[in-house]
Every structure is written in structure tokens, then in C-alpha cells.
T-cell receptor
Framework: KAGVTQTPRYLIKTRGQQVTLSCSPISGHRSVSWYQQTPGQGLQFLFEYFSETQRNKGNFPGRFSGRQFSNSRSEMNVSTLELGDSALYLC????????????FGPGTRLTVT | QKEVEQNSGPLSVPEGAIASLNCTYSDRGSQSFFWYRQYSGKSPELIMSIYSNGDKEDGRFTAQLNKASQYVSLLIRDSQPSDSATYLCAVNMNKAAGNKLTFGGGTRVLVKP
């Protein structure tokens, strides 16, 4: 089976702009979760989508949003970018909801200047 | 107090020895626990999951869970240079608002030939 794919792999944006990241889960997986990884804060949970519904949410501001499509593909949007949003954004998929047994994609490296 | 705590290391072990990694968590109601391995510049890879007290073995890896003491550990037997990586402990915490997967800061393991 093909793994989790994320596009784009690298992105450079300017403060104040918005960005959309895409994630395609492993075939058959219905849960997609998003994470932010930075050297200072480590790996932090953003949110989980299962069957097109947001099931769980971490402690991030409303500028971070997401959605899931009927084919389980997911997008994450960050509006009004701040310098502190520079990070590796990871998507993970699982056959089940509830944040268990997840498989990570390669990530999107976002740099905000 | 951090919700999930790990010794940052580095944990240096000679090739062929046992590497022992520990993780403590704060939420007594947590139900599922995971170990991920992350090589430098790569995304996390699931290596073990454990849901009930006791030991779970998979190849050279053994996960141990003690819910009463709120710790989970990972043993790597016959350590190989290819095991050199950062190991992340993740705890699925059941909050009133839903589930939240919380990661520790990771333990860096160095296996020396």
C-alpha cells in the first residue's frame, strides 16, 4: 500500500498570508490527524478528522482549521500566518478514529518570513 | 509538570546491549500508549502500541505499561546502530472535550558499534 502523502513538501510564505496544506491518507484509512512539530515545542496535536467530521481538537487558535473530504483526503488551513507558525506540519492516518495506531506522512516544511 | 515526560538523553548504549527508555504521564485516565521512532529529518514511525498493564513484545522491542504508577517504558534488545534515533512516547488522553494525543519531548538514543 502506498503511504501517507503530503503536498507540498516545502513552502515559504510571508507573515499575514494564509496557507493550505494537503494530505492523502493510506487507502482505506478514514481518520486523518494533523500535528505541528517545532524544536522548541516538540510534536503537538492540532486536530483529527474522521468520516468528514472533526472528532478531536488540540489547543491551537482558530487560525488553524481543517476539513476532510468524502475520499478521506484532508486539508489544513492556517490564516494570518505568524513567524511562530514556521514548523514541520505532519499528517497521520489510521483505519480507526480516536487517535490510535497512526501512520505519519513525510510532512510539509512551512517557513514564514 | 509536563503531561508526558521523557528523559531527553542522549542515551548511549553499546551495540548488542539493551536500551531502556522511560516515559511518565500525568493523566490517570489515559487508555492507550504508543512509541514512535523518528530518525533525523524523517517523520515518526509507529513501533509499539500498548493498551493494558504488563508487557508487550514485538521482535526486539518490549513495551511495559504500569497504569498505577503512570509510566510506560520501551526496551530495545540487541541494540543495533540502526536503532540510533529519537524515540517519542505518545499518550492518548481522554478529555471531556474529546481525545488528545500528547507526545513527550523524545529520548535520543545513540548505539555505538
Amino acid at each position: 500500500k502506498a503511504g501517507v502523502t503530503q503536498t507540498p513538501r516545502y513552502l515559504i510564505k510571508t507573515r499575514g498570508q494564509q496557507v493550505t496544506l494537503s494530505c492523502s491518507p493510506i487507502s482505506g484509512h478514514r481518520s486523518v490527524s494533523w500535528y505541528q512539530q517545532t524544536p522548541g515545542q516538540g510534536l503537538q496535536f492540532l486536530f483529527e478528522y474522521f468520516s468528514e467530521t472533526q472528532r478531536n481538537k488540540g489547543n491551537f487558535p482558530g487560525r488553524f482549521s481543517g476539513r476532510q473530504f468524502s475520499n478521506s483526503r484532508s486539508e489544513m488551513n492556517v490564516s494570518t500566518l505568524e513567524l511562530g507558525d514556521s514548523a514541520l506540519y505532519l499528517c497521520a492516518s489510521s483505519p480507526w478514529g480516536g487517535l490510535v495506531e497512526q501512520y505519519f506522512g513525510p510532512g510539509t516544511r512551512l517557513t514564514v518570513t | 509538570q509536563k503531561e508526558v515526560e521523557q528523559n531527553s538523553g542522549p542515551l548511549s548504549v553499546p551495540e548488542g546491549a539493551i536500551a531502556s527508555l522511560n516515559c511518565t504521564y500525568s493523566d490517570r485516565g489515559s487508555q492507550s500508549f504508543f512509541w514512535y521512532r523518528q530518525y533525523s529529518g524523517k517523520s515518526p514511525e509507529l513501533i509499539m502500541s500498548i493498551y493494558s498493564n504488563g508487557d508487550k513484545e514485538d521482535g526486539r522491542f518490549t513495551a511495559q505499561l504500569n497504569k498505577a504508577s503512570q509510566y510506560v517504558s520501551l526496551l530495545i534488545r540487541d541494540s543495533q546502530p540502526s536503532d540510533s534515533a529519537t524515540y517519542l512516547c505518545a499518550v492518548n488522553m481522554n478529555k471531556a472535550a474529546g481525545n488528545k494525543l500528547t507526545f513527550g519531548g523524545g529520548t535520543r538514543v545513540l548505539v555505538k558499534p
